[in-house]
């Protein structure tokens, strides 16, 4: 068993348990088993918080994996920092091994991972940098996924259940071809000798780190063929998961472009599979923004897990009386609805309404008025009886769709 204490590095490891010998068990299930046993025996079971949302980024050399993880963490609202694979090898056992041309054991890289997780703050989403790898660590990947699912069933009806969400896994692979990879190394490895030359000459500016693979073609295309094995691995999972191959062959910025319309909000992956189908009829104007989406999205599951009936009569006024409204001015991009039924009287009901349409992209505010009239007048003592009227107003703004001129088409 691997001991260690949460926010600190392993520093006490068995030699045997980092190595990957020869007679290494392949039985993925096996050895993720294990790992999975040494987390419970650390933490206990009941005291595993995962996070929801895992990002788990591969790349080719070259990619930009670096230059891109930011735009990454933006465009998904995360703000734990990333789990490097790299970074966690860096323990001196790690480095004398692959000095040495040895290969870390996949239960150990597991158990690496699955620490750095739980180190995370579990409100938010993670992105894992360089994992997984090999076919077992694959295979090791699906398997949480599995366990995280069972955990959930497991305390679904207990008062941990939000400790336990739904997972969402997403892949994504920043790729460029071979020729490309070898030019962006070898002039990385150029700009950064120049640099530390002009340093030493001028005793002026901070010395880069030089990568030996940045200097050396032959190393550089045997990184590449080592990257294209792992694709192989890596193309199991696109079956699973949400799979994102971005061409990084562009420009930065154009790649940057490219991530953030790949990772912009996706209901049918993060809600519930029944809250999902109960409000997806209803047309999908513009994606919410990402620091209001993670409040939002918890409010529709209290809905759906808790209030289902009320969420369902919501849904219903919203076809009935307000989805034909939007669609007879979507050419004005704004509908004002005014009505007196009686459901808007309640607050809670417009505000889950309005939640359901903000899920949906569209912006709207709500408005009550009172006024009183009379109904009936006592002659003898001239008091007249009044009666209250409540007038609802819901005002909906969205996309304008836009018509040309017949002229402007010839100009």
């Given at each position: 068993?691997?001991?260690r204490r949460k926010?600190?590095?392993?520093?006490?490891?068995l030699f045997?348990?980092?190595?990957?010998?020869?007679?290494?068990i392949?039985?993925?299930?096996?050895?993720?088993?294990?790992?999975w046993?040494?987390?419970?025996?650390?933490?206990?079971?009941?005291?595993?918080?995962?996070?929801?949302?895992?990002?788990?980024?591969?790349?080719?050399?070259?990619?930009?994996?670096?230059?891109?993880t930011?735009?990454?963490l933006?465009?998904?609202?995360i703000?734990?920092?990333?789990?490097?694979?790299?970074?966690?090898?860096?323990?001196?056992?790690?480095k004398?091994?692959?000095?040495?041309?040895?290969?870390?054991s996949?239960?150990?890289?597991?158990?690496?991972?699955?620490?750095?997780?739980?180190?995370c703050?579990?409100?938010?989403g993670?992105?894992?940098?360089?994992?997984?790898?090999?076919?077992?660590?694959?295979?090791?990947?699906?398997?949480?996924h599995?366990?995280?699912?069972?955990?959930?069933?497991?305390y679904?009806?207990?008062?941990?259940r939000?400790?336990?969400?739904?997972?969402?896994?997403?892949?994504?692979?920043?790729?460029?071809?071979?020729d490309?990879?070898v030019?962006?190394q070898?002039?990385?490895?150029?700009?950064?000798r120049?640099?530390?030359?002009?340093?030493?000459?001028?005793?002026?500016?901070?010395?880069?780190?030089?990568?030996?693979t940045?200097?050396?073609?032959?190393?550089?295309?045997?990184?590449?063929?080592?990257?294209?094995?792992?694709?192989?691995?890596?193309?199991?999972?696109?079956?699973?998961?949400?799979?994102?191959l971005?061409?990084?062959?562009?420009?930065?910025?154009?790649?940057m472009e490219?991530?953030l319309?790949?990772?912009?909000?996706?209901?049918?992956?993060?809600?519930?599979?029944?809250?999902?189908?109960?409000?997806?009829?209803?047309?999908?104007a513009?994606?919410?923004?990402?620091?209001?989406?993670?409040?939002l999205?918890?409010?529709?599951?209290h809905?759906?897990?808790y209030?289902?009936?009320?969420?369902?009569?919501?849904?219903?006024?919203?076809?009935?009386?307000?989805?034909?409204?939007v669609?007879?001015?979507?050419?004005?991009?704004?509908?004002?609805?005014?009505?007196?039924?009686?459901?808007?009287?309640?607050s809670?009901?417009?505000?889950?309404?309005?939640?359901?349409?903000?899920?949906?992209?569209?912006h709207?505010?709500?408005?009550?008025r009172?006024?009183?009239?009379?109904?009936?007048v006592?002659?003898?003592?001239?008091?007249?009886e009044?009666?209250t009227?409540?007038?609802?107003?819901?005002?909906?703004?969205?996309?304008?769709h836009?018509?040309?001129?017949?002229?402007?088409?010839?100009?």
């Open positions: 068993m691997i001991l926010g600190d590095a392993h520093k006490s490891v045997f348990n980092i190595i990957r010998w020869a007679g290494e392949k039985d993925a299930k096996l050895i993720f088993n294990q790992a046993k040494n987390i419970e025996d650390h933490y206990g079971r009941e005291n595993i918080h995962l996070p929801r949302e895992f990002i788990f980024l591969m790349g080719a050399p070259g990619s930009g994996k670096g230059t891109h930011p735009s990454i933006r465009a998904r609202g703000t734990n920092p990333p789990i490097s694979v790299s970074q966690l090898l860096q323990t001196p056992e790690c004398e091994l692959i000095n040495q041309g040895q290969m870390i996949d239960r150990y890289v597991i158990e690496l991972v699955l620490h750095a997780m739980l180190d703050d579990p409100t938010v993670v992105l894992v940098d360089g994992f997984p790898r090999t076919d077992i660590q694959v295979e090791a990947l699906k398997m949480l599995e366990k995280m699912a069972e955990l959930r069933r497991e679904y009806h207990t008062d941990r939000d400790q336990f969400p739904r997972p969402v896994f997403r892949i994504c692979v920043l790729y460029v071809d071979e490309i990879s030019q962006r070898l002039a990385r490895g150029k700009m950064i120049e640099h530390n030359l002009e340093v030493k000459k001028t005793g002026q500016g901070v010395f880069w780190e030089e990568r030996v940045d200097n050396d073609e032959s190393v550089i295309r045997n990184r590449y063929a080592i990257f294209k094995a792992h694709y192989g691995s890596l193309l199991k999972l696109s079956k699973m998961f949400p799979f994102h971005i061409n990084a062959t562009g420009s930065i910025m154009e790649v490219i991530i319309r790949e990772f912009e909000y996706q209901s049918s992956l993060e809600l519930e599979s029944d809250t999902y189908d109960a409000i997806s009829h209803i047309p999908l513009t994606s919410i923004g990402v620091h209001a989406r993670q409040e999205i918890s409010r529709l599951e809905y759906q897990d209030e289902p009936i009320l969420l369902h009569h919501a849904i219903q006024f919203i076809d009935d009386h307000i989805i034909p409204q669609t007879r001015h979507s050419i004005s991009g704004h509908a004002r609805i005014r009505t007196e039924d009686p459901m808007l009287g309640d809670h009901f417009v505000d889950i309404v309005m939640d359901v349409l903000s899920e949906r992209g569209y709207v505010s709500f408005d009550e009172t006024h009183h009239e009379p109904v009936r006592d002659l003898t003592t001239g008091k007249i009044l009666q009227q409540h007038t609802y107003m819901l005002s909906i703004h969205f996309p304008k836009y018509i040309r001129a017949l002229e402007q088409k010839f100009h």
